[in-house]
């Protein structure tokens, strides 16, 4: 458990509970004593799980941070509200009973909820409390090798069971279909990190669990499929030949590397054709970013604690729900008057959506199955390049994330794979976590503005989402250290004929 006591010098707190979580600098570490007394190591009831509480003095100011009882809802802090999603055939508003055959009753209304905060239920609080609160960690060392003015933290995703922050929201969604009767349940995953999320979950709470994983990655991120069935989970490569949807592509292109829009069409339809199942998404809808808003709510706590205020705050964007999920609560902070941070979202050359698609309804998936989402597009049946930032192979935006980038409230900018891996090795050398190649781009931007500050002298703070961990990625890394990564790129023919088969909606 020392990796979940990480501490600011000279700052302290008398305990640690299971729900209690201290800010820090690991770094600290090298300067302080900790004297224990016999019963600071206290058996609790989850399996044999060990925690230790510590009882650290000093003359500083006691800083504590527990996990949120709420997720919190950006659309009811918004004056102008996002458009909502249409039904595919008619193009009229979704009701909610046009979802009923794909989620559970809850997430529907989650889906749709105009209220501020939703209260995280008890039993998806208790399994929480196996990872969370996740730590904010100083990146010192990374400062230093960077030579630069600017203080660099990093909210720490990477300590969860399936090592990122997805189940931050496969906890609960697993939950809210197995207190409905659900039996089944379906998803899509591109890494994998959802899929073995939603396995984890799944495997608590006694369902099955079914997923298509995109082919490219199904081939080369093998411990990624095994780490879902180790947890239960049935999983196959998209395209399959298991559905009609992935039957056609394979007809075209029998060698397609796949994409999350053709995943989650064979998804989908096994939802669609089985009343004992339902189906589940890892990013995009407003429920999954919910959820993941108790990533900011603690940062917000860990900031404080700190005695910072953020100046930037950056993460990676595929569909959203990290970068949502760290930035949405410091958004309503922002609207508040009370801090004034730049947020800047950072998504792959090859699979620009923010700042080459066009703002625009589209299907969220290749087959045209699901509802018709505002959101930055870069076309229903467009296949990026198989790049290693699986996670990221999206063709769209969250619908959410899409509006708040229309009003203003945040920027986009996409970086190179090759950039985004220099970085990567950067900060694994210096702050010891190799990261997954998704929150590269993240680590490559907070590069960037930090060498700024070194040329311009700001002291500025850098916030940096570090989603997950890339120890089931390491045939990325070798291909980089062995100068075989190559920049993938968009093509703007592509894209064009890709955005050409967007729905016209008037």
């Known amino acids: 458990m020392a990796s979940q006591l990480l501490l600011p010098p000279n700052q302290f707190t008398k305990s640690v509970s299971p729900q209690v979580f201290i800010t820090g600098d690991c770094q600290g570490f090298s300067d302080l004593t900790l004297k224990r007394k016999s019963n600071q190591a206290t058996r609790v009831s989850n399996g044999s799980s060990l925690r230790v509480k510590a009882a650290l003095r000093s003359t500083h100011n006691k800083s504590v941070v527990e996990i949120p009882k709420q997720w919190y809802n950006l659309v009811a802090d918004l004056s102008v509200k996002p458009p909502p999603p249409l039904h595919p055939k008619t193009f009229e508003p979704i009701k909610p009973e046009d979802l009923a055959h794909l989620f559970p009753n809850e997430l529907i209304k989650q889906e749709a909820t105009q209220e501020r905060f939703i209260d995280i239920p008890e039993e998806v609080l208790e399994i ?68 073995s999320s939603l396995a984890f979950a799944s495997s608590l ?64 339809e ?61 958004i309503r902070e922002k609207l508040k008057g009370k801090i004034n941070p730049v947020i800047r979202a950072v998504e792959p050359s090859a699979c620009p959506s923010l700042t080459k698609g066009v703002y625009a309804y589209d299907f969220g998936d290749t087959a045209g199955l699901t509802p018709l989402m505002k959101m930055h597009t870069l076309g229903h049946d467009f296949i990026p390049d198989p790049i290693h930032a699986g996670g990221l192979r999206y063709h769209g ?23 985004c891996f220099q970085g990567a090795i950067q900060f694994a050398r210096t702050e010891g976590i190799i990261p997954a190649p998704e929150p590269t781009h993240a680590i490559a931007a907070t590069i960037r503005e930090a060498l700024r500050c070194k040329e311009t002298g700001e002291a500025k703070v850098i916030l940096m989402a570090m989603c997950g961990h890339g120890h089931f990625d390491l045939t990325s890394y070798d291909k980089y250290l062995k100068g075989e990564l190559v920049d993938l790129s968009f093509s703007e023919e592509k894209i064009r004929e890709s955005l050409s088969k967007v729905p016209h909606v008037v």
Not at 398 to 406: G, K, N, Q, R
Request: net charge neutral; proline share 7%.
């Open 128 to 195: 929480y409390k196996l990872w969370r609160p996740t730590p904010l960690i100083r990146a010192k060392r990374l400062e230093k090798l960077l030579q630069t003015p600017a203080r660099i933290y990093f909210k720490y995703e990477g300590g969860s069971p399936a090592g990122s922050h997805k189940p931050n929201t496969a906890v609960p969604q697993a939950y809210y279909n197995a207190k409905e009767g659900i039996k089944n349940v379906v998803t899509e995953t591109g890494a994998g990190q959802w899929g």
């Open 205 to 268: 709470f006694g369902l099955d669990c079914e997923v298509w994983q995109v082919a490219n990655s199904y081939h080369t991120k093998p411990y990624r499929r095994l780490m879902m069935q180790t947890w239960g989970a049935k999983v196959h490569p998209s395209p399959s030949d298991l559905t009609e949807a992935g039957r056609r592509i394979l007809e075209s292109d029998p060698s397609s590397p796949g994409s999350l829009g053709i995943a989650i069409s064979e998804a989908v």
């Open 270 to 330: 096994v939802a669609a054709r089985n009343e004992d199942t339902k189906y589940c998404l890892g990013s995009v809808l407003n429920h999954v970013l919910l959820h993941q808003t108790i990533i900011g709510e603690e940062c917000i706590q860990q900031m404080e604690n700190f005695g910072e205020t953020p100046d930037l705050i950056i993460g990676c964007t595929g569909g959203g729900s990290n970068f949502a999920g760290l930035s949405f609560p410091f």
């Open 397 to 419: 935006m969250a619908p959410l994330i899409s509006h708040v980038y229309e009003q203003g409230f945040m920027e986009a900018i996409s970086i190179p794979q090759i950039e």
